[in-house]
């Protein structure tokens, strides 16, 4: 079974610093993907990047990055220039290759920005 | 705009009482999902939909059922036989694998409280 680990209940960060979230993983599989979902307060959660296994480059999107450590099975998103519409829980997610229907979420961190 | 709809968005119930939070989306996607959001915890599968009239039990399916008449539409009741309903419902969808594997597109969520 597949278990996803989000260590940080909660954290801030003052608006405009870097902050990184935690996550780690356990799984036997080899070909899988990796995911950060936003959920922002009483808003839609959104994908906010995603990460392939059998990439070795860490995927990037915007002031978004990911630390992709997969023998250590360890995805830790890092958010730059923090702004306030960055505040929301974060979900860390896992899904098996070809098994679209079964996603493996983390508890969350909730993350406040501080202006 | 595209997108996914739930109602209602809070809802109150008697305890014994069966009730139905609607999801509906125009996004044309085949595949639907409900998750189930608590404190502390990731989100976990209730049900999923690959194609109409075609549905599959997730980790938590018990106390809880589903229809997929149509392709916009896949409701979730929470019955009498859910021994612990109060949480918060997230309905899902996707492309199952075409476009971007593995975004899923959310509602707003719906609140259940159960009196």
């Known amino acids: 079974a597949q278990t996803v680990t989000q260590s940080q209940p909660e954290m801030s960060v003052q608006e405009a610093e870097t902050v990184t979230l935690s996550c780690t993983y356990d799984t036997s599989e080899n070909n899988y993907y990796l995911f950060w979902y936003k959920q922002p307060p009483s808003r839609q959660m959104i994908l906010v990047i995603r990460q392939e296994a059998y990439k070795q480059q860490n995927a990037t999107e915007n002031r978004f990055s990911v630390n992709f450590q997969k023998a250590a099975k360890s995805f830790s998103l890092k958010i730059s220039d923090s702004q306030l519409g960055d505040t929301a829980m974060y979900f860390c997610?896992?899904?098996?290759?070809?098994?679209?229907?079964?996603?493996?979420f983390g508890s969350g961190t909730k993350l406040n920005v501080k202006p | 705009d595209g997108g996914i709809t739930q109602s209602p968005k809070y809802l109150f119930r008697k305890e014994g009482q069966n009730v139905t939070l609607s999801c509906e989306q125009n996004l044309n996607h085949d595949a639907m999902y409900w998750y189930r959001q608590d404190p502390g915890q990731g989100l976990r599968l209730i049900y999923y939909?690959?194609?109409?009239?075609?549905?599959q039990k997730g980790d938590i399916a018990e106390g809880y059922s589903v229809s997929r008449e149509k392709k916009e539409s896949f409701p979730l009741t929470v019955t009498s036989a859910q021994k612990n309903p109060t949480a918060f419902y997230l309905c899902a969808s996707s492309t199952q694998g075409q476009g971007k594997a593995g975004e899923l597109f959310f509602g707003e969520g719906s609140r259940l409280t159960v009196l």
């Open positions: 939909s690959q194609i109409v009239n075609d549905f």
């Open positions: 997610a896992f899904m098996k290759r070809n098994n679209f229907n079964k996603f493996y």
